[in-house]
């Protein structure tokens, strides 16, 4: 039997957690304090696994029932749900961390540690990076405000 939104909002905590069940897998776990949380069995190489996704309030069915239609789909190309996900961090966590600001803070942090006084990094070469993340930040910011579009200004022709 499908679950309903009233089921799910009269779910209480008891003297042991419970599961309320909904189709193809996903389920909402009821702990012992009462909280609600959204999960979905499924089977990969023959091996029994659980995928959390997000909390009750957080989340609700119809958005539950969306996350659960996208891991099936994973399923069906052959793939672990929750190996996409945890890749799918890892790749997010890497990007971010790849940006040019990231990367002079870094350099900064290091060449600070490796000695360099507080003088040195008050030097154009140092607050020249910063200038340059400023800058960065600038036109980005510039260029999702629908900046101006090279090509038109020169004739048709693209910067090099």
Same mark, same amino acid.
């Given at each position: 039997?499908?679950?309903?939104?009233?089921?799910?909002?009269?779910?209480? #905590?008891?003297?042991?957690?419970?599961?309320?069940?909904?189709?193809?897998?996903?389920? &909402?776990?009821?702990?012992?304090?009462?909280?609600?949380?959204?999960?979905?069995?499924?089977?990969?190489?023959?091996?029994?696994?659980?995928?959390?996704?997000?909390?009750?309030?957080?989340? #609700?069915?119809?958005?539950?029932? +969306?996350?659960?239609?996208?891991?099936?789909?994973?399923?069906?190309?052959?793939?672990?749900?929750?190996?996409?996900?945890? &890749?799918?961090?890892?790749?997010?966590?890497?990007?971010?961390?790849?940006?040019?600001?990231?990367?002079?803070?870094?350099?900064?942090?290091?060449?600070?540690? +490796?000695?360099?006084?507080?003088?040195?990094?008050?030097?154009?070469?140092?607050?020249?990076?910063? !200038? /340059?993340?400023?800058? !960065?930040?600038? /036109?980005?910011?510039?260029?999702?405000?629908?900046?101006?579009?090279?090509?038109? !200004?020169?004739?048709? !022709?693209?910067?090099?």
């Amino acid at each position: 039997m499908a679950l309903t939104a009233a089921a799910i909002k009269n779910a209480k #905590g008891k003297a042991k957690p419970y599961k309320l069940t909904d189709s193809d897998g996903l389920f &909402l776990y009821v702990a012992l304090n009462g909280g609600r949380y959204w999960r979905m069995n499924y089977r990969h190489l023959g091996k029994q696994k659980t995928l959390a996704f997000e909390i009750y309030p957080d989340i #609700g069915l119809a958005d539950a029932r +969306e996350q659960r239609d996208v891991a099936r789909k994973v399923l069906a190309k052959g793939n672990d749900p929750a190996e996409k996900i945890r &890749l799918d961090r890892i790749a997010a966590t890497v990007a971010a961390s790849n940006s040019f600001k990231a990367v002079a803070d870094e350099w900064l942090v290091r060449v600070e540690r +490796e000695g360099r006084s507080s003088v040195t990094m008050k030097k154009p070469l140092a607050a020249g990076l910063y !200038q /340059c993340v400023a800058w !960065q930040a600038a /036109c980005h910011r510039h260029h999702r405000a629908g900046g101006l579009d090279h090509a038109a !200004q020169n004739g048709g !022709q693209r910067p090099l």
